[in-house]
């Protein structure tokens, strides 16, 4: 059974950092692209960032520079590190997976929220 475990969101200040996790299991997680999505209140869920196996990242243009995505492939988890913070960047962040067979798998979230 696939599980996608996000975790380390909460409640952070402005110019705060939170260091977002995803555990994954029931699939190859090494030959998984594996990339963190977030939904804002009333808006449409967006990118903003992937990996590919090989290690090559893409982010999206409102976080590059502040936010920094990474694999563990030992561990089989997923990393954001989130400097910088806003309060625009308040959402719920989603791990995902897409293998090479082409299953795309999600997590549940885990909600930061960046507010003084």
């Known amino acids: 059974q696939v599980q996608l475990v996000e975790s380390g969101g909460g409640l952070v200040q402005p110019g705060g950092s939170l260091r977002l996790s995803c555990a994954a299991s029931?699939?190859?997680?090494?030959?998984?692209?594996m990339s963190w999505y977030r939904q804002a209140p009333g808006k449409e869920r967006e990118l903003v960032a992937y990996i590919t196996t090989r290690g090559t990242t893409n982010y999206a243009e409102s976080t590059k520079g502040r936010f920094t995505i990474s694999r563990d492939n030992a561990k089989n988890t997923l990393y954001l590190q989130m400097n910088s913070l806003k309060p625009e960047n308040t959402a719920v962040y989603y791990c995902?997976?897409?293998?090479?067979?082409?299953?795309?798998?999600w997590g549940k979230g885990t909600l930061v929220t960046v507010s003084s």
């Open positions: 995902k997976a897409s293998t090479l067979l082409g299953m795309v798998y």
């Open positions: 029931g699939f190859t997680f090494s030959s998984a692209t």
